[in-house]
């Protein structure tokens, strides 16, 4: 599609607009991009692209359905949310990527999930198992060449406390029983194997994945582990993966409140955490779409209250430590007011640094799992607008924790297409956007600057009161850098 004939939300600009102008501007604009699809693409899409109105009625959009072929997604698959995202952090047990290895180096430390512990002793996550399927292993079946594998992962690493089989596509396809060999496995080693049959081809992203990984938790783990006192401030983090040590950052905050966090699930989280994760006062989530299913399941089984929070920015800091005191005594809430006002100061320094450079400019998203609407609010203490999000694999609930956070008039796209929202950038002129790898360098080829939004650019962590600042230096690096304006699309040139 030629942007050149697109519909120019720009002929005024956003701050001349009124709002219902900008609101109908951009519906415009969502119908121009949709014209170079057949009708049946047409009518399928439309669905999952919307404009934020007043009340919201009419702009939710349909959210996990199948990608229409043929056009280009940036979801993953089941063994992705499985492994890359659910039990890849786990760092006293050993991961097995069953099948083919390109799967299991493609989801290898691509997350930045950092994890404390001596590297081959009692921490695995910098490592890489697969049993690297070969042809004779599709003929003839790989259980047998699986518990070999197994075996000799327990003579090799005899601290591990125990092994996850991740099933990849091939391994559903040939019908290879590795719930029987993770059976006889558990005997034989007497630590748990933990069969995940998440192969690729199963569900239409990796949401499932995520799914079937809380389900092995609940079915192997969960309860299992040895007995504990629940004390009076114990609590855990589900849901965050420690992507550049955020579980650390939020940590911190939560024991300077006076709260006494024993379980992760799953960055830097060990088997203990899974088994023992019912055992606490309160747990916190943080990605409810990964765990949200694990968090129900503690609280209907095991009476656990789970609450989701939000340590982006100071604004939403605030908001959630003061929902999480609210469930304990009165020397919970008055250490939170005291932790607040401390850090007040120092946050109040960082904006006054960076929102001057920052201030009105826009910014749109496209990420996975909790961030499309996480990040709102720490953009928004730096004086940055957001004018359009959207969720690679979301449920209907996201989006309606979502609608909450925007400004009439935002854009809001589920499993927006490659040309979408090419389409949609090219059209808005953000001055930044969020996104993921796949991405990245066709944004930054077109001269805009980009921040990758799943590992956080190698940078990090984003989290609490340690992150924000880091945030807040990410962004003005990105869109105050000079490079920029020698940057020229080479299809411009």
Known sequence: MNSANSVKAGKKEDSVMSISEMVQARKELVNQVLEVYPEKAKKNRRQHLSVKE???????????????????????????????????PVKDIVHISHGPVGCGFYSWANRRNLAEGEVGIDNFVPFQFTSDFQESDIIYGGDKKLEKIIEEVVELFPNAKGVSVLSECPVGLIGDDIESVARRMTEKTQRPVVPVRCEGFRGISQSLGHHIANDAIRD????????????????????????????????????????????????????????????????LIHCYRSMNYMANYMEETYGTPW????FFGPTKIKESLLNIAAHFDDSIRENTQRVIAKYEAQMQKVIDIYRPRLAGKKVMLYVGGLRPRHVVGAYEDLGMEIIGTGYEFAHKEDYERTYPQLKEGTLIYDDVSALELEEFVKDLKPDLVGSGIKEKYVFEKMGLPFRQMHSWDYSGPYHGYDGFPIFARDMDMAVNSPTWKSIKAPWMK
């Open 307 to 310: 609450l989701e929070f939000n």
């Open 220 to 283: 192997h783990i969960i309860g299992k582990g040895p007995e504990r006192e629940i004390g009076p401030y114990d609590i855990g983090i589900i849901g965050d993966y420690n992507i550049g040590g955020d579980a650390w950052a939020s940590k911190k905050i939560l024991e300077e409140i006076g709260l006494n966090v024993v379980n992760i699930w799953t960055g830097d989280s060990t088997l203990e955490m899974l088994q023992n994760g019912h055992l606490v006062k309160l747990n």
């Open 54 to 88: 007043s009340d919201c009625s009419s702009c939710a959009v349909k959210s996990n359905g199948k990608t229409v072929p043929g056009i280009m997604t940036a979801r993953g698959c089941a063994y992705a949310g499985a492994k890359g995202v659910v039990w890849g």
